[in-house]
Nanobody, 129 residues
Framework: QVQLVESGGGLVQVGGSLRLSCAAS????????MAWFRQAPGKEREFVAA????????YYADSVKGRFTVSRDNAKNTVYLQMNSLKREDTAVYYC??????????????????????WGQGTQVTVSS
């Protein structure tokens, strides 16, 4: 069992930056694929970014490519989402999620939302003009 706790959300102006953090419990964080999803009011949850267990590969939604960066520190059991050049449409609750490594997972990365095992409670990001 893994518990995920997001932090770093808040109110920011258009063009500003935020860094989200997701702290994970457990001893096997380094074997988990991690990802960020977000959900805006009245919309479905959508993929934002993902990173492999060893940081060898990352993947981004087209809407955030070039503006957001996902990274992780396995020594600290933490994954990050650096968000730059924020837009109003980035306003959403951001969720951290984890998938435990399974055989041949690296070849299948990234994964759809339903294939992640654990979810955090989310952190609100509001971008205002």
């Amino acid at each position: 069992q893994v518990q995920l706790v997001e932090s770093g959300g808040g109110l920011v102006q258009v063009g500003g930056s935020l860094r989200l953090s997701c702290a994970a419990s457990g001893r096997t964080f380094s074997s988990y694929f991690m990802a960020w999803f977000r959900q805006a009011p009245g919309k479905e949850r959508e993929f934002v970014a993902a990173i492999t267990y060893d940081s060898s590969s990352t993947y981004y939604a087209d809407s955030v490519k070039g503006r957001f960066t996902v990274s992780r520190d396995n020594a600290k059991n933490t994954v990050y989402l650096q968000m730059n050049s924020l837009k109003r449409e980035d306003t959403a609750v951001y969720y951290c999620t984890a998938r435990e490594y399974r055989w041949r997972d690296t070849k299948r990365f990234p994964f759809p939302m339903e294939e992640y095992d654990f979810w955090g409670q989310g952190t609100q990001v509001t971008v205002s003009s």
